[in-house]
């Protein structure tokens, strides 16, 4: 039996980082990346005066070595608590994309801010912050409870769909860095939110309107749907006050406080549709056509 006090400790370390995703979205936002020109010390020292966008770039380095330390925690204690070896190798793994995820931000410093690095750090953000909710999930009591099994007929499966409308997602925040950091214009990004958010859609209605009395599932798509939502609502006033602003002195605080609410939704979007598609490979029995291909003996009728 997994610890309350491991589950607890996952959920601050969840909240941590996406704390962190948005100081992270603050330095960009306020075109604050520079304002530190060396790493890993900050102007040669562990803390620099805070003026200015150095608060920023440096409140960012700190709240991330905050959260690289709790990653760490996080790793040993599965290590010698956890039972389930997959879980444990998951904290190996958390720890790993944090030090990528700490290099790749120091070479968008010591590199002047090139676009693919910056791209890649934004993704990974979202990335990280997904396997620490999965960890949360994995570590929690209702997880300990065990499955509660549902058929759901039909093609393509909910699996499939679940894995499908995950990846969009994170295509669609990888479109989003992409205008971000102007290697792209935002058409794609918002072509791709249609794409996106049509598979929501589509997904979450089936589960609700086959699965409304399973707890697990309900909760977890109601959970997508109005994140996603959201997040569109978000990405709207995000490129309406851009162009409402657009003469005035930049940043200007209202653009950079949707554009940062929306960097910070687009990581909830993308773990609660995780979090989903965990639920539905958990609760939902696999059909018949999808074990076939992968060697699962199945039965003739
Ligand atoms: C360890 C975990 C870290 C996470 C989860 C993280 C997350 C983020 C996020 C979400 C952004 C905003 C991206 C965007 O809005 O497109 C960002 C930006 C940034 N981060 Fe990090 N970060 C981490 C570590 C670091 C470290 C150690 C540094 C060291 C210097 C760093 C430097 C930067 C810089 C300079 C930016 C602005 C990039 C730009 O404007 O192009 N980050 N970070
Ligand atoms: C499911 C729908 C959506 C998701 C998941 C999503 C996600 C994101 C994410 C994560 C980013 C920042 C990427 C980063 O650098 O970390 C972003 C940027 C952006 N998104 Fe969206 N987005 C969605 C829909 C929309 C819509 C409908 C609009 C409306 C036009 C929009 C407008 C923008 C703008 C303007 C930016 C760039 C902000 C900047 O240049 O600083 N998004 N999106």
Redesign the pocket.
Known sequence: MTSPWLHRYAVLWSFC?LF??????????N????S?PD??LSYGSLMPPMEGNIFY?HG??M???T??LL?IGMASWLARAEQRRWLRNLGWLALAA??A??????M??LFM?P?P???G??C???L??STTAAVALFTSRSWARGPRMVDDPGAPSLHWFALAASACIFLQLAL??SA??KALGILPHVIGALVATGMVLWLTVRVLMRHADHHALRRSALAVLSITFLQVFLGIAAYMSRLATADAPQPMPVMVGF??AH?ATG?LTLASSVILAIQIFRHVRRPLADLQPIGVAVPSA
């Not at 962190?20 to 936002?29: D, E, H, I, P």
């Open positions: 980082t962190l995703v948005v100081a992270g979205g603050l330095v960009t936002s075109d604050a990346g520079l530190v790493w890993p770039e960012h380095r709240v991330a070595t959260v690289g990653t944090v030090i995820q700490g290099v790749l931000g120091g968008t410093v801010l676009k690095v910056s791209i750090h934004a990974l953000a979202q990280f912050f989003g860095a971000r950091h554009t940062v960097v990581a």
